[in-house]
Structure formats: structure tokens, C-alpha cells
């Protein structure tokens, strides 16, 4: 055995031939260990560690997720990378994908940096895979790239995103791998085109103008920097028409969350730290969802039911849907406390069926009724789909209007009538004295 072992002259002669450290550990290693071994740890993250150890660059891992939410630096890395890749690349999409183990380089205030996206298989089934970047800089710029180079990087990823062209509308796949899938939005609403009160509208626009500017406030009063709002009113009175005027003021991209297809409040949770800031969450109808306003424990104490093939079964707690105190914790925010610049959006059409503390001062900051259409707002969509801003006829329409309950989206649908504006708004006479009438005959 001791004359299959190298002499020690003949290790000291190759020490002295080396003059890189890991290159010295590597020959040790294919001299003195058995094959099985040297191939384990060479290739484990023992051996990664001393390689790092000894190398003059320094390597940052910055994964997509981190303590249960969505990493805002692997965000923000992802919007400004392809901005770099070349001309080619549109610098206001921030959508484009960058490739598994391809290398970027970018240069930053005479620094050369490497970048590379890497992606392993995730352990738990409602994540595909996990992802991580990796950038490597030179040891001594360590400093520089925490303090500037960082830095840097998230301002030009919010500047893009302000400039974003295509918002997107996301939505929840519960059947395919639990998760969001985005869809292009392309909002035609604005807050020009609703029919509503001016008044009305300039108080909610100051509110959202008022939300963006107030993160160092959130922060000073330790609260999480949210908006909610509740819209409700009769159906067709413009309800999805204001989200959607939201979303193209603040240029926030939009998470449609449907309760009744969540099965239990931990993955309401999960599915929640998986949005991404500067975005709205809606969730519509909340008085439609049984599950969403029904305590867990009403559901525990159900009497058995029979299966498809005549078993009984009780409902499982881990599938007992959405309960209130789940709803609330969405609310509040408290499984919200890593997100920012998140505006919560309820829709109902029934405000007196939902639950007392639902509406509670605190959890719904913004009121907003969507009733039945005014003069004024009569006014505002005949300027938006006939361009025109008066007419002999908007007189009798109005009188009208006072008379009959008549949604936005009634008017809207006799607007877009093919025809001269005159006999579109014959017709519409015509339709609301048939209402007025039959009004008048049912008392």
C-alpha cells in the first residue's frame, strides 16, 4: 500500500509548480483518494465552497423567492437585464424572459459583471421550479455593487415599469400546477369615460395620488402600504369599469382572484405572496363566494354526506374553502407584511348580505357606490361614444333619467347603436319611455 503512495518530495515538487490553490487541491486529490470519493467531492458543494474560497470574485445568489414571497431584487433584475442584452431589446416590456444559464454581461461605472439565470426542480408541487441569479463581480467591487450597483438597477426596473406599454391580467389555475397565468390587458377604460359624478371622480384619483406618495409614512406608522377598496351597486353600473380605470391610471397590472375556487385559507396565503408589487388584487362578487363569508368549524360540523358511488365522506378541513377569519387576514394585511403598493379591490352587488366585520373602519378605506346613471354621467358617455357634447335631444333624455332606473351599461349598448347620433338618440327615448311605461302599468 505505502508504494502506491506518492513520495513526500514528489508532492512538494508539484506544490511548488502550482501557483493556484485549487489546481493543488485537485492533483492531491486525483493522487491520494480512491476514485468513488474524489468523484463526490470534487463534484459536491464542498468542493464549490473552497473554489469560491479561494477565487478573486465574488458571487451573489439572489432566488426568486424568499421567506414565502416574491423577491422584488430578483424582480427588478429580471425587468432591467434584457435591457442589456442588445438593441433589439424593447426597454419597456418588462415581460421578456431570459434564458436558463445564459450569461450576460454588463458593464457599470468601469466594473465588468456576469450574470446568470439557473433554474432546479422544486421539491413542493405547487412550485414548477425554483430559479436563482447569480451575478459574479471581482472581490473588490463587493462594495460598490451593494451600494450603487443595486441601487441603480432598481431604479431603472421602476422606470421601466412606469413606462410600461402592456399591463397584464392575471389569474389563478388551480388545476394546473396552482398557479397565476397572465394574459395581456389592454384597459380602453379611463376615468374620462366613466359615468360618474366629477366630484367623485377627482376624490378617488387624489386618494390613489395620495396612496403612491405615502410609503415613508406607511413605514414610519409600521403599517403595511396597502389601499382597500369596496365597489358596490346594482349590476352594470361600471364596477369592473373603474377597476379597470384604476389599473390604467396607476399602471398596475391586475390579480383576479375568484374565492370559490380556493380550498382552504393556507392557500389563499400561499397564492398571496405570490403576487408582485405595484399590482391591484380583485376579487369580485365577494357576495357570491359561500365559501368565502362560512367559518371553518360550521363546515368540521357538517353531517355526513353521501359520495359519488354511495360512501360517505365528511368535507376535509385542509379543503373547507375560504373562511372569514381567512378573509380578514387578507384584509388586514397580515400575510401581506412583505408586500408594498398593493391596492385590495372588492366588488359586490349585495353590500348588505356581507359580513358586518368585513366592513369594519380600517379594512375597507374607500367606499364607492356605482348606482344607475345621471344627466351628468348620461352626458359624459354620449361625449365618449358620439362625440358630441350637447344636442336638443339631451334634454327630454335627462327628464327621463329622473323617472327610470337605467344602468350605464343599458346606455352604453344603445350608444353603440350603428347610426347618426339623431336617431341613436330617438331610439334611446324609445327604450326609456317603454321602461317608464311599464313602471307606471306594474303600479
Known amino acids: 500500500?505505502?508504494?502506491?503512495?506518492?513520495?513526500?518530495?514528489?508532492?512538494?515538487?508539484?506544490?511548488?509548480?502550482?501557483?493556484?490553490?485549487?489546481?493543488?487541491?485537485?492533483?492531491?486529490?486525483?493522487?491520494?483518494?480512491?476514485?468513488?470519493?474524489?468523484?463526490?467531492?470534487?463534484?459536491?458543494?464542498?468542493?464549490?465552497?473552497?473554489?469560491?474560497?479561494?477565487?478573486?470574485n465574488f458571487t451573489f445568489i439572489i432566488e426568486d423567492r424568499w421567506q414565502a414571497v416574491d423577491n422584488e431584487v430578483f424582480r427588478a433584475v429580471e425587468v432591467y437585464l434584457p435591457t442589456r442584452i442588445g438593441p433589439s431589446s424593447d426597454p419597456h416590456s418588462p415581460e421578456q424572459n431570459i434564458a436558463v444559464s445564459c450569461k450576460i454581461i454588463d458593464e457599470f461605472q468601469g466594473m465588468k459583471l456576469e450574470w446568470s439565470l439557473r433554474s432546479i426542480e422544486a421539491k413542493k408541487y405547487f412550485h414548477r421550479e425554483r430559479r436563482y441569479l447569480r451575478l459574479t463581480c471581482k472581490k473588490s467591487h463587493r462594495e460598490r455593487v451593494m451600494q450603487s450597483y443595486f441601487p441603480h438597477i432598481a431604479s431603472t426596473a421602476q422606470t421601466i415599469m412606469n413606462k410600461r406599454e402592456n399591463l397584464y391580467i392575471y389569474t389563478y389555475d388551480d388545476k394546473e400546477a396552482s398557479m397565476w397565468k397572465s394574459a395581456v390587458f389592454m384597459p380602453t377604460a379611463t376615468f374620462d369615460s366613466l359615468a360618474m359624478e366629477p366630484k367623485r371622480k377627482q376624490d378617488i384619483i387624489n386618494d390613489l395620488e395620495t396612496f403612491v406618495g405615502r410609503k415613508e409614512f406607511f413605514q414610519r406608522a409600521g403599517r403595511v402600504w396597502k389601499r382597500g377598496y369596496l365597489l358596490h351597486g346594482p349590476p352594470g353600473t361600471g364596477k369592473s369599469s373603474l377597476v379597470a380605470a384604476i389599473a390604467n391610471h396607476m399602471r398596475y397590472n391586475i390579480y383576479d382572484l375568484q374565492l370559490h375556487s380556493i380550498r382552504s385559507d393556507a392557500e389563499l396565503k400561499r397564492i398571496l405572496t405570490s403576487t408582485r408589487n405595484r399590482s391591484i388584487l380583485l376579487v369580485e362578487d365577494i357576495d357570491c363566494s359561500p365559501k368565502a363569508a362560512r367559518d371553518r368549524p360550521r363546515i368540521r360540523n357538517e353531517q355526513e354526506e353521501?359520495?359519488?358511488?354511495?360512501?360517505?365522506?365528511?368535507?376535509?378541513?385542509?379543503?373547507?374553502?375560504?373562511?372569514?377569519?381567512?378573509?380578514?387576514?387578507?384584509?388586514?394585511?397580515?400575510?401581506?407584511?412583505?408586500?408594498?403598493?398593493?391596492?385590495?379591490?372588492?366588488?359586490?352587488?349585495?353590500?348588505?348580505?356581507?359580513?358586518?366585520?368585513?366592513?369594519?373602519?380600517?379594512?375597507?378605506?374607500?367606499?364607492?357606490?356605482?348606482?344607475?346613471?345621471?344627466?351628468?354621467?348620461?352626458?359624459?358617455?354620449?361625449?365618449?361614444?358620439?362625440?358630441?357634447?350637447?344636442?336638443?335631444?339631451?334634454?327630454?333624455?335627462?327628464?327621463?333619467?329622473?323617472?327610470?332606473?337605467?344602468?350605464?351599461?343599458?346606455?352604453?349598448?344603445?350608444?353603440?347603436?350603428?347610426?347618426?347620433?339623431?336617431?341613436?338618440?330617438?331610439?334611446?327615448?324609445?327604450?326609456?319611455?317603454?321602461?317608464?311605461?311599464?313602471?307606471?302599468?306594474?303600479?
Open 306 to 443: 353521501q359520495g359519488e358511488e354511495g360512501q360517505t365522506y365528511r368535507l376535509s378541513p385542509t379543503d373547507a374553502g375560504v373562511t372569514l377569519s381567512g378573509l380578514l387576514n387578507l384584509i388586514d394585511g397580515l400575510w401581506s407584511s412583505g408586500m408594498d403598493e398593493r391596492i385590495i379591490i372588492f366588488t359586490t352587488k349585495h353590500k348588505d348580505k356581507l359580513e358586518p366585520t368585513l366592513l369594519w373602519a380600517g379594512r375597507m378605506d374607500v367606499e364607492v357606490y356605482m348606482g344607475y346613471c345621471t344627466p351628468v354621467g348620461f352626458r359624459q358617455l354620449a361625449d365618449a361614444h358620439l362625440q358630441i357634447k350637447d344636442h336638443h335631444l339631451f334634454t327630454a333624455i335627462e327628464d327621463l333619467l329622473k323617472k327610470v332606473s337605467v344602468t350605464p351599461a343599458e346606455v352604453v349598448h344603445h350608444l353603440l347603436n350603428s347610426g347618426k347620433p339623431q336617431a341613436i338618440l330617438d331610439s334611446f327615448i324609445e327604450y326609456l319611455e317603454m321602461k317608464k311605461n311599464g313602471i307606471e302599468e306594474a303600479n
Open 1 to 56: 500500500m505505502a508504494s502506491l503512495l506518492p513520495s513526500t518530495s514528489t508532492l512538494l515538487s508539484a506544490y511548488a509548480s502550482l501557483s493556484n490553490p485549487i489546481t493543488l487541491i485537485r492533483t492531491i486529490l486525483c493522487q491520494m483518494v480512491p476514485n468513488l470519493m474524489r468523484d463526490y467531492l470534487i463534484s459536491s458543494k464542498l468542493f464549490e465552497s473552497l473554489s469560491l474560497h479561494f477565487s478573486p
